[in-house]
């Protein structure tokens, strides 16, 4: 569980899922992966140069008990304070999404110029206010307080979503027990970790019964490239392996058919020629860098 390899395994829903492969039992339907997006993001270039990253995706038809709402909310806090380096890498905001109209809007403004009430509080602040006078704001705000403006999430009614990385609108980023559909956004500074943090809820979320739809994030400055993405995105991590190094490293003889059985039931799909392997890891893990790592996974 500490493990900072594996943050997909720092939940129920990743431990459980783990377990089924060890124990050959059949897997959810990921079939998301593969679907058109049905709603869109628009990154503004006024965020390039204070918080660039922000994908998103969107789960319907989940029934949020109280138990599953602790259980959201503590894989949020992980995966911000522990992956996401103190918010300062990945900040997640979950939302009720019938209050939202499409396309959302992710920019930078002056910190004076919108307000709007935070999470835990009952009258409206502006972000200057909320850095120096909100809990979240006191604790997370050296991550912007040096720019000059501040990221904003807002919906095409002009409605806040949240001042990211800091916090929630009450009126939209409260999600209840009555809530069903929802609305994850995820924003940052490292386009892997933002999309990997997005991979791991949308997992979690679909084994709980949750449907996934992806959102199309249309940047106006370019990012690493592109000027749209899609969320959740496919994470391909695949390496070649020779059996020689199994071998090796083990200091016993093998089958092939023993390495490709351990490594199947640990998740990953595996394709022999000859006297290599290719291994290939789910979309919740990126943690495949060298062949080493997967004979330590066998």
Request: glycine content about 6%; aromatic content about 10%; overall charge negative.
């Amino acid at each position: 569980l500490n493990d900072t390899n594996r943050p997909d395994t720092w939940c129920v829903e990743g431990i459980a899922r783990q377990l089924r492969y060890h124990l050959g039992r059949s897997q959810p339907d990921y079939n998301f992966f593969n679907s058109a997006p049905k709603y869109t993001l628009q990154a503004k270039s006024s965020v390039s140069s204070v918080r660039p990253v922000v994908g998103a995706f969107v789960c319907r038809e989940i029934e949020i008990s109280e138990y599953l709402l602790e259980q959201i909310i503590q894989s949020q806090e992980k995966l911000c304070e522990n992956f996401g380096s103190k918010r300062r890498s990945v900040a997640i905001g979950v939302y009720n999404l019938d209050s939202i109209k499409f396309p959302v809007i992710y920019s930078a403004v002056s910190p004076r110029s919108r307000s709007f009430v935070p999470l835990g509080y009952d009258s409206e602040m502006n972000l200057e206010e909320i850095l120096s006078e909100h809990p979240k704001g006191r604790q997370y705000g050296g991550i912007i307080s040096s720019y000059d403006l501040y990221p904003l999430l807002q919906d095409s009614k002009g409605d806040i979503l949240s001042f990211p990385p800091i916090i929630n609108s009450r009126l939209v980023g409260e999600v209840t027990h009555s809530s069903r559909n929802l609305f994850i956004e995820a924003t940052g500074d490292d386009l892997q970790k933002v999309s990997l943090a997005l991979s791991i809820l949308a997992y979690n979320l679909a084994d709980r019964g949750g449907a996934i739809e992806r959102v199309e994030v249309c940047y106006e400055s370019p990012l690493d490239g592109q000027s749209a993405l899609v969320f959740p995105m496919c994470l391909d991590n695949e390496i070649a392996v020779s059996h020689q190094l199994f071998e090796a490293v083990l200091g016993e003889r093998l089958e092939a058919s023993q390495v490709q059985r351990w490594l199947s039931l640990y998740g990953c799909d595996v394709t022999c020629s000859g006297s290599e392997y290719q291994v290939r890891t789910q979309h919740y893990r990126l943690d495949y860098l060298h062949p080493i790592d997967v004979v330590e996974d066998f």
